[in-house]
């Protein structure tokens, strides 16, 4: 998982905590919210227990993992966990997924998030950039921005202590101080290692309207063309190639050639993106960003095969070079925290390796869905209470005699 899709995590993470306070859950205020809700509601909830004891039957100390010998809470790991299988539920609940059916994967990932925020907060400390006591008096505000009764609730629903509440608000600033710390201004040619421009004719050896079929190493592919029709692309490809070489201007060339011959278009047969494609690593096929980055500005590849077919590429100048900036400084940070986190040492204990990880998440999304109700019905009673208190008031105050001029 990239740093991006971290951090977005953790924002998701946020709101969903934050939702799930006396305001009350997406699942108790809709119970078609989430695929867990209707499940949630066939468990007889124990809230005389915490959550992590009803859930997981475990305390927030409970010894499941360590980082480069450090102890990690057991609160903070079950909140990634239950983090993620909401996140996954939400995304793919919808198309069959279960969680059961992905527990080892949820499991995996869960552990390797965690690992990744806790070296953000150890190598703030071993390179001396810890959070400052202005970033410190932020985070506080930010807990209780809303009161300590919404502090107190958010804290139960979640089985959160209060160190790992502040550890989870302080986890962009640790990387905000990293970033500073190692990451310096990117070069030129640093930007035109993360980011570049590219020309394309592809030649399709798919059938891309028809039905993908999920292959053994987990991802999806079209359905081949037959061999006769493969092999009169190839020919194609490579006389296109034959011209693009032999021309004095092959830049005008190759887009007189890609109107004519380029079949990545849209429904109305009209070329996609006829200026060419801004990418960034990660968001191309594999074998065509690899070879595009192997291209100098302006110089034409050989024929590249990639799952969708052949393409001949060219590459041209990134313009706005500059506003990529900050994106790649992220990019490096993520590559340098992924690299501190393929050196670590990731310790799983008994009680995580035995953790059955869609009961813990049936269970916890049951709690939380009940506790939210109490604290609903909480806030109704307490807000009939005052309603009542005022109407009683208005009625003294009306019934009371005006006072006398003499």
């Known amino acids: ?207 891309t309207e028809g039905e993908r079929t999920l292959q053994d190493d987990g991802t999806y592919a079209y359905p081949s063309l037959d061999e006769a029709t493969v092999a009169e692309k190839k020919a194609t490809a490579e006389d296109i190639l034959a011209q693009l070489s032999a021309s004095d201007d092959p830049s005008a060339l190759f887009d007189e050639l890609m109107a004519e011959y380029s079949e990545d278009t849209n429904a109305d047969g009209e070329l996609n993106s006829p200026e060419g494609y801004t990418a960034t690593p990660g968001e191309m096929v594999s074998a065509y960003e690899e070879a595009a980055f192997a291209l100098d500005f302006g110089e034409i590849s050989g024929i590249v095969e990639s799952e969708y077919g052949y393409h001949i590429i060219i590459r041209d100048q990134v313009e706005d070079l500059d506003s990529y900036t900050d994106e790649c400084r992220e990019y490096q940070m993520d590559q340098q925290v992924n690299k501190w986190l393929e050196d670590s040492t990731i310790e799983e204990k008994d009680a995580l390796t035995a953790l059955n990880v869609a009961d813990f998440y049936a269970r916890y999304t049951a709690y939380q869905t009940a506790l939210s109700e109490q604290y609903n019905a909480e806030n109704e009673d307490a807000q009939t209470s005052d309603a009542g208190a005022e109407t009683s008031q208005e009625g003294t105050e009306s019934a009371a005699p005006e006072a006398s001029e003499n």
């Open 1 to 207: 998982m990239t740093m991006k899709k971290r951090l977005l995590a953790l924002g998701l993470a946020l709101t969903m905590a934050l939702g799930l306070t006396a305001c009350g859950s997406p699942a108790a205020s809709d119970p078609s919210a989430s695929p867990s809700a209707s499940a949630s509601q066939e468990i007889e909830v124990d809230l005389s227990q915490d959550i992590l004891a009803f859930a997981a039957n475990l305390t927030a100390d409970a010894d499941l993992l360590t980082i480069n010998g450090e102890k990690v809470p057991a609160d903070l790991f079950l909140y990634w966990l239950a983090v993620n299988c909401a996140y996954f539920e939400n995304s793919y609940g919808l198309y069959g997924f279960t969680v059961s059916d992905y527990a080892d994967n949820l499991l995996a990932d869960s552990v390797s998030m965690t690992a990744y925020y806790i070296i953000l907060e150890q190598k703030c400390q071993e390179l001396g950039c810890p959070l400052t006591d202005e970033q410190m008096q932020e985070v506080s505000e930010e807990l209780f921005k809303e009161g300590q009764e919404t502090y107190d609730q958010l804290k139960a629903i979640n089985g959160l202590t209060d160190s790992t509440m502040e550890f989870i608000y302080s986890i962009t600033k640790y990387y905000e101080n990293l970033l500073e710390a190692t990451i310096p201004q990117p070069t030129e040619d640093d930007l035109n290692n993360y980011v570049y421009q590219t020309r394309h004719i592809l030649l399709k050896t798919v059938d």
